[in-house]
Each structure stands twice: as C-alpha cells, then as structure tokens.
C-alpha cells in the first residue's frame, strides 16, 4: 500500500495561495526528495501531512486513512533549530519523548516504550551515546537524534525538513546512508533538502516542488533543464543546472541551432 | 543570635507566627523551586514576573473585602494569564508585548484599587515585600495543599510538558494538546506565585521561581535531579533567610532571595562541569561540543576523496 497518498492539494497561509493542486505519493521503500526554491511550499506541505494547517481542498492519506495529528503513523524530524538543545535530557530521554503521544496522559513509558526508544537509537547508531546530554551532541549526531525521536513512535512514514542544512559534506554523506538505509528497512522517507547533489545521490525519486509539483521522477530521469529553470525561477546560464547534472551546452547549442 | 535560640523562638507559644511564616517559607520555596525549573528551562522568567505583578489587583480586592488572598490573588493571575494565552493565539502581536500590556494593567488596577482601602501605605508594604506576621491559620492550610496540587499536576505532566517544551511542533503533530499544557503551566506558575506572595512579597517573589532553579541549572544536566536539587536550595534557603531575618531584625523576603542569589553564585563558580572554574580547567583542552567521541563525523575527509568516492551526476 503507499504510505503516503497527497491528492490535489490545495493549501492557503493568510488568505494567499501557497500550494495548488499537489499530488504527491510515497512508497514503501522509497526515500523521495521534495524540491525546491524558498516559499516553494515545502513546510508548508510537510505540514499539512502532518494535519496541522488546515487545507483548502484535497486529500492527504497515511496509509490509506485521512492524516490527524495524533495517529502516530507519521514520524516528524524537524529542522535542528526547531528542538531545545540546552534542554538537560539525554540522547535516551530525548528519544524516548518521541513516544510521549502513545504512550498516553497520565501513563509512564513502560517496557515496550523503552524498548522502543533502545531500537530506534540502535537505527541511528547512537548506542554509545545514550546517556550524553543533548547540549554536548555535535550538529550531526543532533540531527540522528531527532529522527530516532521520530523512529520510537514506530511511524509508517517519516517526515524529514532539510536534515542537511548546516551540515559538513561526511557528515551528510553518513546522515543519506542512514536515510537509504532506513528506506530500505521498510521505513519510507519523505524530506526537503536545498542539498541538490545530496538529493540526486541519495534519493530514489524526487518531487520538484513550486506551489505546485513541477515534476517528479527518478534523478536520472529529470534531464530537462526546462523543469529546474521553472522550479527554481532561473536562467539556463544558472550554475544550479550544471550542479543536477543538467546537460546546459547541448540546450544551448540546440537553441542557437533553432535561431541561427 | 544561636540556632539552638532560634529554635527556641520557634516553639515560644507568644511567637506563634514564626512557626507559621517558617512553614509556610518553606513550603512555597520548595513549589516554586520545582515550578521554576520549567520557568528557567523554557524561558519564561518574564512570564513569572508579569504573573506577580497580574495577581496584585487580586489581592488588592481580597483586602478590601477581607477575603482571602490566596484566592484572590489566584483569580486575578489565572485570568490574566488566560488572557494572555488567548490573545498570543493570534500571532499579530507578540507574547512578551501582550504580557508587557496586560501584566502591568493588572498591577496599575491593583494598585488603584488598594488606594481606596483604609491603612492604605502599610498594606502596600506588606503586599510589595513580604511579612511574617499576621498570617491565617487557613493561610497555612490554603498553601499546604495548594503546593501539593501544583506538585502532583506537574508529575502527573510530567513528560507531555518535557516534550511541549522540547520541541512544540513535533508535540502538536503527535497530537498533544499544546494550548492546554501551556495554560496548565501558566496556571501553575500563578499558584505558586500566589502562595508565595505572603512571606516574600509581590516584587521578590520572581526570585524564588528563577533562582534556585537556574542554581540547580548549573550544577546538573539531568532534569530529574535539577526538579529535586531546584527545591532544595529554595526551601533551604527559606529556611536560612527566616533565621537571618529573626537574628537581625532584617526584612524576611530580601534576606532569603539574597541567601538563594548566594547559593546561584557560589553554583556558578563551583559548579562540577558548567561552573566558572571548572571552565577554565577544561578550555586548553578545547572547546566542549567538538569532543570527540570515536565517530567518523569530526574527521574531515579531503576533498579529493570525496569527489573519487562520489562522483557527481
């Protein structure tokens, strides 16, 4: 069955349009990229998956039923700077927050919740960190902790917005292995990234978003220039299409060849 | 003067307010100790002080009527800090405004509203710096449970403000009930504010939320011994402060927000790991958060095996 299911989305932020007809499908296995410029929508589609904006029209389904928050199918992994570091938690306490919605008011995490929490650290490879307090976690290890705070509520899917921002080239390159791996394991992943190459390497689709979904395909599928010009708003001279891989001389040759 | 003349005191039945302001010290330092972990940890000192300052028109009322002031001084600052929950809800203006309108409102209707009362100036003392004397019997009662209400609320919370506090988007999308733990926190923070008006008074009841909070802050990183170190130091220093304050014929709340702001400092020298000298031992050894820890993530690999490893397309 899909995991996720968006079928023509249509969100308003203050009475302005912000996404328009989004379709959008995430499968078992797959780790898919969402894509693209500031104000493309990105958060705001992670958010309406997630049931916490209102949509205007359209339909949003987590393995086959209308999302809510609260179900707990869904695991979300926010930007870094959206979670209170100097909190005085450690990597466990940390994760096993993460089950705070399941295990229910007025409970304590019992031994299913614990093991839960040991699981999803063991997935992140953080085993050797349990008992550090976050504040000592350098950017990356910060980062595997959010999503195996995501990974304890044993979610259908996770919801990942740019886990690569502020990050060094190894310490993403570890960060895509975990999320390819993870995908792998039976957990699909959806993310934002503004890391292009990263996004092209790791995932296994991608979904060029700009209020609406421009493409979406497999990386080595979006060889038109075309569809990045109109997702990111820019010139065939970009250095963003060379960066894709995007073969900009033969468009241009072919162009001049139209004109000349 | 001796403790063991201290003690004697205590137990004089001519002074049976001392007792009484003693018990009642200690007991809402020991609340707001706890209570205030969550004001230090989430930032919310100003929250505190506006809460002092919104429950005064309430207890400005209770005297003039001769009511209680536990519970007038509670009205007044819950409604305030409903108000203030409500209106931040619309994002227009911020939270810090909103309660830098409303708070100081509250304090200025306080304020009119006393001046109508007979014994006008006294009354205002008392209520801005605390007094050990002439306090009810039902006072003693009123806080007693009152503390442990608040106590048991926020065990009971516990972990739904943990991760509200950690991280509120991710608590929303789990489906915890967001607005309503804040209010139950702002809730909280007002009776414990309320309760301890009467020894420490209106203005330097802040610091007995703040302070041995952010000492117990310093001195662990584990919330569950800074909730337990936090209203150690508080009620201690309570208890220190009244003996002072009896000795020396000094004013009860400034002795004892003075001997918990002593306990902050000596925390923030000395503290195990977070204290000015144990900092200055640790820096030839490098800056804190680049420790490293066996994992790939701090070694740099060079750019030319990068680009091999991974070529680009």
């Not at chain 1, 839960?116 to 990356?140: K, M």
């Not at chain 2, 402060?241 to 000094?250: A, H, K, Q, V």
């Amino acid at each position: 069955m899909t995991a996720l299911a968006v079928h023509d989305l249509d969100v308003d932020l203050g009475g302005r349009p912000v996404l328009r007809g989004v379709r959008l499908h995430v499968d078992p296995g797959e780790l898919v990229g969402l894509i693209g410029p500031n104000g493309a929508g990105k958060t705001t589609l992670l958010r309406a998956v997630l049931g916490l904006i209102r949509i205007r029209s359209g339909q949003v389904l987590v393995d086959g039923v209308p999302s809510r928050p609260g179900r707990c199918a869904i695991g979300y992994v926010p930007q870094r700077h959206e979670f209170a570091w100097e909190f005085p938690i450690s990597v466990q306490e940390a994760v096993l927050s993460g089950r705070t919605g399941r295990i229910g008011l007025l409970r304590r995490p019992g031994a299913a919740d614990w093991r839960a929490t040991a699981e999803a650290i063991d997935r992140v490879r953080l085993g050797d960190l349990r008992r550090r307090p976050v504040a000592e976690l350098s950017g990356g290890q910060r980062q595997r902790v959010l999503v195996a705070r995501a990974l304890a509520s044993q979610p259908a899917l996770l919801l990942l917005d740019e886990p690569f921002t502020g990050l060094d080239m190894p310490t993403q390159e570890l960060l895509g292995e975990l999320f390819t791996g993870l995908a792998a394991e039976g957990t699909p992943l959806l993310m934002t990234t503004h890391d292009l190459i990263g996004a092209m390497d790791a995932c296994s689709r991608l979904v060029l978003l700009n209020r609406r979904v421009i493409a979406e395909g497999k990386p080595a599928e979006l060889r038109d220039p075309q569809l990045w010009m109109r997702t990111f708003g820019i010139s065939e001279r970009s250095p963003l299409l060379r960066l894709v891989g995007v073969d900009t001389a033969a468009v241009a040759a072919a162009s001049s060849e139209g004109t000349g | 003067m001796p403790i063991t003349e201290f003690i004697a005191d205590l137990f004089n039945p001519d002074l049976a307010f001392l007792p009484k302001a003693l018990l009642i010290a200690v007991m809402s330092s020991v609340v707001c100790g706890v209570v205030g972990c969550y004001v230090v940890l989430r930032g919310m000192a100003f929250i505190g002080d506006a809460v002092a300052h919104a429950v005064f028109p309430g207890l400005a009322v209770a005297f003039v009527l001769q009511g209680s002031l536990v519970l007038g001084g509670a009205v007044a600052g819950i409604v305030t800090a409903l108000l203030i929950a409500v209106f931040a809800q619309r994002r227009r203006i911020k939270e810090d405004s909103l309660i830098g309108v409303f708070f100081v409102a509250a304090f200025a209707l306080g304020i009119v509203i006393i001046s109508q009362a007979p014994g006008y100036a006294g009354s205002l003392q008392q209520f801005l710096f605390g007094s050990i004397t002439g306090i009810p019997d039902r006072d003693l009662y009123t806080v007693g449970f009152t503390g442990l209400a608040i106590l048991a609320v926020l065990f009971l919370l516990h972990k739904e403000l943990v991760a509200v506090s950690l991280d509120r988007e991710s608590a929303r999308s789990v489906g915890l009930p967001v607005f309503w733990l804040d209010i139950v926190l702002y809730v909280l923070v007002t009776l414990a504010v309320v309760i301890s008006l009467q020894t420490i008074g209106n203005i330097l009841v802040l610091a007995l939320l703040i302070t041995p909070a952010a000492a117990a802050r310093l001195l662990t990183d584990r919330l569950g011994v800074m909730m337990l170190l936090a209203p150690v130091i508080g009620g201690g220093s309570a208890l220190v402060g009244l003996y002072l304050s009896w000795s020396y014929d000094l004013p009860v709340g400034g002795t004892v927000v003075l001997v918990a702001t002593g306990v902050f400092l000596l925390a923030w020298v000395f503290a195990p790991r977070h204290g000015l000298l144990a900092r200055r031992r640790r820096e030839p050894a490098g800056e804190p958060h680049r420790e490293s820890d066996g994992t790939p993530e701090s070694q740099v690999t060079p750019v030319s095996a990068e680009v091999d490893e991974r070529p680009m397309g």
